[in-house]
């Protein structure tokens, strides 16, 4: 089954704010690290932004420090990125992960979701 499933993606134009959602069907979601990743039209995957299992460690790409922000509600088993002040240059498909902490920020991830396109348009 899917895991991981995001939403919340759409067409906006610059400045405008967007919030991506990341919605777990794994238990261990509550327990896992959470991680957001970014990939543009024909470039490499960039990671975002990453948070700990209690939602109080958080570390961000210097590209998106100070706009983007990253949340989970574990009660929901549901992750988020608030976006704001958005570019041009965040146009990509946005990807959430998951997957115990020390693994993930080592570039191992349990769990992927599908995906979801965001553009901005200027």
């Known amino acids: 089954q899917v895991q991981l499933v995001e939403s919340g993606g759409g067409l906006v134009q610059a400045v405008d704010s967007l919030r991506l959602t990341c919605a777990a069907s794994v238990r261990t979601f509550t327990l896992y690290g959470m991680v957001w990743f970014r990939q543009a039209p024909g470039k490499d995957r960039e990671f975002v932004a990453v948070l700990s299992a209690t939602g109080r460690t958080a570390v961000y790409a210097d590209s998106v420090k100070g706009r983007f922000t990253i949340t989970r509600d574990n009660a929901k088993n549901t992750g988020y990125l608030q976006m704001n002040s958005l570019k041009p240059e965040d146009t990509a498909v946005y990807y959430c992960?998951?997957?115990?902490?020390?693994?993930?920020?080592?570039?191992?991830?349990?769990?992927w979701g599908q995906g979801a396109q965001v553009t901005v348009s200027s």
């Open positions: 992960a998951s997957g115990p902490y020390q693994n993930i920020t080592s570039g191992r991830v349990n769990y």
